[in-house]
């Protein structure tokens, strides 16, 4: 049988669409005007719909397809596993099948995600096995949203006395805890002990775990008392009172008096590891994480609630919320003045995450990484330039791709390439998340 013939080592790919109801609704999303700008097949826009999620990679639940051949990424690059690299084929087991290590999307949120959070490995194996259906692969999803526009979540567990304090202050939701267990949590001293973990593991659970009528008069009372008065924290009183209006009367309204309230402005992101509770608010963001769509809810949402495995799950640590931010660094490239090349590199090893911001009239050549990449174009328009052997030559000709805003551009392993926008435009602003080991 024939080897397949060479395959561009750049070319661009069809994502998907996700229209759950907290999506932004109509070109008020972004994922919306992507899919539009870029002429994503059959889309067109429906001002009365929502559009929550734009996703790019190969993930089985919604794969993207090559724009020029209508085949499923996964298939293309299983028969061209050079686009991969012998590096990530030997790393991760799936990527000989085609796979990417990583899932990449677009989040529009105009109402709040679920509380949730996403098991590590092991557990979602097992979790995989005992319910396919509902736990759709064996792999764990830590993930990084990266802010497109301003941007709002609960993430992580609050310091201990921040809880405490919030408990105090919140006699409605004081009430409904077990006494010994409110007991036990106010005799903590100390961050980060065994003791601390039980204590808050103990409290959470008890919290998610409050029959229903008790969550409604507790919820009904506190909203009550923040429509007749402001508390001194205004951002936790202003949220309180939106989530109830989302979701009334939810268990998932309690939990920001337990978890860090982060405003993201554009650029800055925020990283997720296995058994971090969170939810995203509100706001638009670039989001990569493990190809994965493994999801443990338990609040905030009208889809299957798993309280047990979410509180079992759980890593119990504490602290502000700025331990979740990630910090970019310069990226190694060949910059004009003005383009800029930052890098967002979670402690993971599925993924890292580029910002380009290329001003009309520049370019930025860029290392060729040991991995697969995939590139969104969120502004402007430019051109991708790389060098390729063409078949059964030994001379490196050099090629050109066109862009736009919305286009998804999938980036083989081991070539350079760069980019430039040209002096008639805007300038070009691309996302690009790559794995290299």
Request: proline content about 7%.
């Amino acid at each position: 049988m024939a080897a397949p013939s060479a395959s561009p080592r750049v070319f661009k790919v069809i994502p998907t669409i996700q229209q759950y109801d907290w999506g932004k609704v109509g070109r008020e999303a972004k994922v919306a005007q992507f899919a539009e700008a870029s002429q994503l097949p059959g889309f067109s826009v429906d001002e009365g719909a929502p559009y929550a999620e734009l996703w790019m990679g190969t993930h089985s639940s919604s794969p993207s397809v090559v724009k020029d051949s209508g085949d499923l990424l996964s298939d293309h690059l299983r028969e061209h596993q050079d686009l991969i690299g012998s590096q990530i084929i030997d790393k991760f087991e799936d990527a000989k099948n085609g796979n990417l290590p990583f899932l990449f999307k677009v989040l529009s949120i105009a109402k709040a995600l679920s509380i949730q959070s996403h098991p590590d490995k092991e557990t979602a194996k097992q979790l995989h096995a005992i319910s396919p259906k509902i736990y759709k692969d064996p792999n764990h999803k830590p993930e990084m949203a990266l802010a497109l526009t301003d941007f709002e979540a609960l993430c992580g567990f609050r310091p201990v006395n921040d809880i405490a304090r919030n408990l105090r202050d919140t006699p409605e939701l004081e009430s409904i805890i077990p006494a010994t267990i409110l007991h036990d949590f106010y005799q903590l001293e100390t961050q980060d002990t065994p003791k601390e973990k039980v204590a808050l593991k103990n409290l959470f659970a008890a919290v998610m775990t409050t029959p229903t009528e008790k969550v409604h008069s507790a919820v009904e009372a506190i909203v009550q008392r923040y429509q007749r008065e402001q508390i001194p924290d205004e951002k936790l009183h202003s949220l309180i009172l939106r989530l109830h209006s989302q979701f009334p009367h939810d268990i998932g309204i309690l939990c920001p008096y337990l978890l860090n309230i982060l405003h993201l402005k554009p650029g800055e992101a925020i990283f997720l590891g296995a058994g971090e509770p969170h939810a995203y608010i509100s706001g638009e963001a670039i989001e990569c994480m493990a190809n994965s769509d493994n999801v443990i809810r338990a609040g905030l949402t009208p889809k299957l609630r798993d309280v047990p495995n979410l509180v079992l799950g759980l890593t119990y640590e504490t602290g502000e919320g700025t331990r979740h931010h990630v910090s970019p660094d310069a990226f190694s490239t060949e910059e004009q003045e003005g383009a800029q090349s930052l890098l967002y590199d979670p402690p993971i090893e599925e993924f890292s995450v580029l910002r380009l911001d290329i001003p009309k009239g520049t370019s930025a050549a860029q290392r060729a990484v040991a991995g697969p990449s995939l590139a969104i174009v969120t502004a402007g328009e430019g051109t991708l330039s790389w060098s390729q052997a063409e078949d059964d030559k030994r001379v490196q000709e050099r090629r050109e791709l066109r862009v736009g805003m919305g286009d998804v551009v999938f980036i083989g392993a081991d070539t350079s390439l760069s980019f430039s926008s040209p002096g008639s435009s805007s300038g070009l602003n691309v996302y690009r998340a790559f794995v290299e080991v």
